[in-house]
T-cell receptor
Framework: AQSVSQHNHHVILSEAASLELGCNYS??????LFWYVQYPGQHLQLLLK??????LVKGIKGFEAEFIKSKFSFNLRKPSVQWSDTAEYFC???????????FGQGTRLTINP | DAGVIQSPRHEVTEMGQEVTLRCKPI?????LFWYRQTMMRGLELLIY????????DSGMPEDRFSAKMPNASFSTLKIQPSEPRDSAVYFC??????????FGEGSWLTVV
């Protein structure tokens, strides 16, 4: 069965620091990839998604992610974080043609002002 | 569009009581999903529907859980009887024929 691993459970950064959150998945076929963000007490919101084409995708709020097929990875990046980026971030994978979206365990990001 | 609407937003109930969570998907979306979020297990897919028909309920933890979708604009997730380990945030989500899922704000359930 497909699975998604987010290696960092809790990341603490200062404002203006650069961010990279890791995401690896286990499935050899074609996948659709997503990053969702969950602000404290709120629902999940889509940050960005990859279906095909350019492996570097840009999302909202200055986030981007790079799909590296050979590494089964889809890491999330932001060059300069803000205090308002404090949230939990979820990587998710869907096998193309299937309906299930499988989530990683999430990474809690804390930004200190 | 109003987005996916869930109710109640918060519920505290006693062990053994029946709990019913409700969801109104985004109009026109063919798929509806119920997810559960806990600290221990993260986000788990419980069940999903396509055109009101349950397609995969393999994530439903046990017989105490049941879900229905009587029409395209309404779904329920019922727990009977509830137990403390059912305490979690339950998210309903919907999507059209494409690939992006839209989540509701969640129902925060506490069973004491």
């Amino acid at each position: 069965a497909q699975s998604v691993s987010q290696h960092n459970h809790h990341v603490i950064l200062s404002e203006a620091a650069s961010l990279e959150l890791g995401c690896n998945y286990s499935y050899g076929g074609t996948v659709n990839l997503f990053w969702y963000v969950q602000y404290p007490g709120q629902h999940l919101q889509l940050l960005l998604k990859y279906f095909s084409g350019d492996p570097l995708v840009k999302g909202i709020k200055g986030f981007e992610a790079e799909f590296i097929k050979s590494k089964f990875s889809f890491n999330l990046r932001k060059p300069s974080v803000q205090w308002s980026d404090t949230a939990e971030y979820f990587c998710a994978v869907k096998i193309q043609g299937a309906q299930k979206l499988v989530f990683g365990q999430g990474t809690r990001l804390t930004i200190n002002p | 569009d109003a987005g996916v609407i869930q109710s109640p937003r918060h519920e505290v109930t006693e062990m053994g009581q029946e709990v019913t969570l409700r969801c109104k998907p985004i109009s026109g979306h063919d798929y509806l999903f119920w997810y559960r979020q806990t600290m221990m297990r993260g986000l788990e897919l419980l069940i999903y529907f396509n055109n009101n028909v349950p397609i995969d309920d393999s994530g439903m933890p046990e017989d105490r859980f049941s879900a229905k979708m009587p029409n395209a604009s309404f779904s329920t997730l019922k727990i009977q009887p509830s137990e403390p380990r059912d305490s979690a945030v339950y998210f309903c989500a919907s999507r059209p024929g494409g690939n992006t899922i839209y989540f509701g704000e969640g129902s925060w359930l506490t069973v004491v």
